[in-house]
């Protein structure tokens, strides 16, 4: 807060009171839009260096607002965490998917090999978590290996233990595994080792800086590295220039993600994306 001489309180307090409104606004605005639908998944595709075909896509929420449009998941997902909130839209994105997901696969050419889930601590840590989880495969009747659950650092590390029985039950089902926003946490090679598991993305803040900063490449060349080494899948994340695209795939990077291929999109356009690739 800025000491802004004499009107100091005047000006802190109606600042604060209307954040405090914004923030209820929000709260009360996150109810209704689980009653009334206005929740609604992005794709994003993810690109295989060698094959330059679609080797997985993932899922983002948007939030179709009737006053203030389209709202980006920035806006309401921490203050979701922070009410519970997180718990039921988790829930509605988990379901929507599956059933995306089941939707796609009555298509000839179904637009993706699995598609990606970002995951909550708070719902990943429901008790219930992993036969919500069975309830929807099961609805949905889909493999588990068309689902991937993206998992921060932050995620892995709370309640190390219960989280790794957790992971391994996930694993035994067939579900895939990645590590998400990877490097920005802390303690990140412990659990490389004894978490199972299947794909790592590195976070777009290192990929930002390739061209750059030379000891920024130097540690994405060690990632990828590392985890061909685990084999682990390394999806580069926030790829936007042809210089970071060809600096990535002469280091061995298995897929891409971001705007230099595509930014998120609705459905109807992945699946146009998808036709026109056909024709190559
Ligand atoms: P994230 O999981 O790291 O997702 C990547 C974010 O980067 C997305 O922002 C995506 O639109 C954006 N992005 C993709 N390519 C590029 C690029 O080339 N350049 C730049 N600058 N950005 C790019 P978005 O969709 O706004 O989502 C923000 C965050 O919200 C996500 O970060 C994720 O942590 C969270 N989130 C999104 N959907 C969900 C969800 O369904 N559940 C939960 N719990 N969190 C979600
Ligand atoms: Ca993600
Ligand atoms: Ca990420
Ligand atoms: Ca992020």
Known sequence: VKKSGRNNYQFVTPSLQKEADERLTVQHGLHQALE???????????????????????????????????????????ISEETGLIVPIGTWVLEQACRQISDWNKLSTPPTPYLSVNMSIR?????????????????????????????????????????????????????????????????????????????????????????????????????????????????????????QYDFLKLKGCGSYQGYYYSKPIKEHELLEVIKKQSLY
């Open 123 to 243: 719902q990943f840590q429901q008790k219930n978590f992993i036969s919500e989880m069975e309830r929807i495969l099961l609805k949905y009747n889909i493999k588990p290996q068309q689902l991937e659950l993206e998992l921060t650092e932050s995620l892995l590390i709370h309640n190390l233990t219960e989280t790794q029985n957790k992971l391994f039950t996930l694993k035994d089902m067939g579900v895939r595994l990645a590590i998400d926003d990877f490097g920005t946490g802390y303690s990140s090679l412990q659990y490389l080792k004894s978490l199972p598991l299947d794909v790592l993305k590195i976070d777009q803040s290192f990929i930002q800086d390739i061209g750059i900063d030379h000891n920024n490449e130097a540690i994405v060349q060690t990632i990828i590295s590392l985890a061909n080494n685990l084999d682990l899948w390394v999806v580069a994340e926030g790829v936007v220039t042809q210089r």
């Open 36 to 78: 009334r639908q206005e929740f609604e998944l992005f794709y994003q595709p993810q690109i295989n260096f060698s094959t330059q075909k679609i080797s997985g896509v993932e899922a983002l929420i948007r939030w179709n607002n009737p006053d203030r449009g389209l709202v980006t998941p920035d806006e309401f997902i921490a």
